[in-house]
């Protein structure tokens, strides 16, 4: 199966940084990689997605990058601000049956 | 509308007991799932079910059992609890007609002893 690769695990910045966050798959077939904000106690909420047939997306402060070739994406805060601090996970999806996560990052955000 | 809810959200068993965690969704969706959340592992998916009636293994099966006999409720069954089962539960669903992403519930933290 799929396999799903995160780094950093642990990520702290000050207020008004940037914060990028990557991830790396394995399965070329994957076509579809959402990222997930989840705040302490809640389930995963999504944040962003990018389909395989587009290298950016962004969102106001949020974006994504996606390169097929190397297999790896990533999420890109900017402006970062003390409400952002969460974990964030990235996945990667075959047609959006299956999801396969990454183990997180754990975004600080200092004021 | 309530989306995704779990019930019940924290459990303690203790080795050998049994229980079911139940997933509704009031959203009409086809696709619901079954995660265990794990330090440092990210969500693995237990089990699936792409609609009334049928399931399917996902990566960590082993030790549940899972039935879906309404399309809205999504019941996921730990026969004999192990500790290694120790985790949170995440359900998830989303519609099988558009290229949509999930969405989850709060949480089912089960404790174990």
């Known amino acids: 199966g799929e396999n799903v690769e995160q780094h950093p695990s642990t990520l702290s910045v000050q207020e008004g940084d940037s914060a990028v966050i990557k991830c790396t798959y394995s399965?070329?077939?994957?076509?579809?990689f959402p990222w997930y904000k989840q705040e302490l106690g809640k389930g995963p909420q999504l944040i962003i997605d990018?389909?395989?047939?587009?290298g950016e997306k962004k969102d106001q402060r949020i974006a994504v990058t996606l390169n097929k070739t190397a297999k790896h994406f990533s999420l890109h805060i900017t402006e970062t601000q003390p409400e952002d601090s969460a974990v964030y996970f990235c996945?990667?999806?075959?047609?959006?049956?299956?999801?396969?996560f990454g183990s997180g990052t754990k975004l600080n955000v200092k004021p | 509308n309530a989306g995704v809810t779990q019930t019940p959200k924290f459990r303690v068993l203790k080795t050998g007991q049994s229980m079911t965690l139940l997933c509704a969704q009031d959203?009409?969706?086809?696709?619901m799932y079954w995660y265990r959340q794990d330090p440092g592992m990210g969500l693995r998916l237990i089990h699936y079910?792409?609609?009334?009636?049928?399931?399917a293994k996902g990566e960590v099966p082993d030790g549940y059992n899972v039935s879906r006999l309404k399309k809205q409720n999504f019941l996921l069954g730990l026969e004999s609890a192990a500790p290694s089962q120790t985790s949170v539960y995440f359900c998830?669903?989303?519609?099988?007609?558009?290229?949509?992403?999930?969405?989850f519930g709060p949480g089912t933290r089960l404790l174990v002893l």
């Open positions: 996945a990667a999806s075959i047609n959006f049956n299956k999801f396969y």
């Open positions: 998830a669903s989303r519609r099988l007609a558009t290229q949509e992403t999930q969405y």
């Open positions: 990018i389909r395989s047939n587009v």
């Open positions: 399965d070329s077939a994957s076509n579809y």
């Open positions: 959203m009409n969706h086809e696709y």
């Open positions: 079910s792409v609609g009334e009636g049928t399931t």
